[in-house]
């Protein structure tokens, strides 16, 4: 029996400026909008998924020899003893000790696995929100809960003189799938009106451009 647990600049930069030149026709359809603006903004996963930078605290029931506190490395992969090399990115917890609990099985009889994340170091990255284009200061910014379309504009200093706001667009990957959502700031910020100051999740990534001349 099993027992298994988990923990309930310029790349950043370099992936918005991609993700968003790839999207830049234009709003999604009304279907898939309303698709991204139903999922759960409070988190982008419904369980962690482990990634490079995260430590995890393999545990071997009754061998505290072949239990080790490691790094998930560059290259995804965390060092067990006997087992040898073991892919952690882009695996659950639970996932992670399934496998080494099977592999484990060629030397010990029965063995009893369990892997927790000590450190989230992936999601430092990957559970942040970006503001770029017409603002004061383009940032990158740690989700919190609640937080709205208005909260990040006003985190990036608030909109230039030359920001076309009415065209903004938030940009939110759903399913692999990039859904363009048209935000109208100059309405948020002018006149009161909030109907597209939607909850962000994370990961997503508020553009604002300028004007044309």
Not at 96 to 119: K, M
Request: glycine share 8%.
């Amino acid at each position: 029996m099993s027992r298994k647990y988990s923990l309930p600049g310029l790349p950043l930069l370099l992936a918005a400026v991609t993700l968003i030149v790839g999207c830049s026709g234009g709003p999604s359809s009304n279907e898939k909008i309303r698709r991204a603006l139903s999922v759960n903004t409070s988190t982008s996963v419904d369980q962690y998924v482990l990634g490079a930078t995260d430590v995890v605290k393999v545990s071997v029931w009754r061998n505290e020899d072949l239990s080790v506190s490691v790094p998930v490395r560059p290259d995804g992969k965390i060092s067990v003893p006997l087992v040898g090399d073991v892919q952690a990115s882009d695996r659950t917890p639970t996932d992670l000790a399934n496998e080494i609990e099977e592999r484990l099985g060629e030397y010990i009889r029965q063995p009893e696995v369990s892997v927790v994340v000590t450190s989230m170091g992936s999601h430092e990255f990957n559970d942040r929100v970006r503001v770029t284009g017409a603002v004061q200061q383009p940032v990158s910014v740690p989700h919190r809960a609640g937080m709205t379309v208005l909260d990040v504009v006003l985190n990036a200093g608030g909109a230039t003189p030359f920001a076309s706001l009415n065209k903004a667009m938030l940009y939110r990957k759903v399913d692999g799938e990039v859904i363009a959502i048209p935000i109208r700031l100059e309405d948020i910020l002018n006149d009161g009106d909030v109907r597209t100051n939607y909850s962000i999740r994370p990961g997503d990534i508020l553009s604002v451009p300028e004007r044309s001349f």
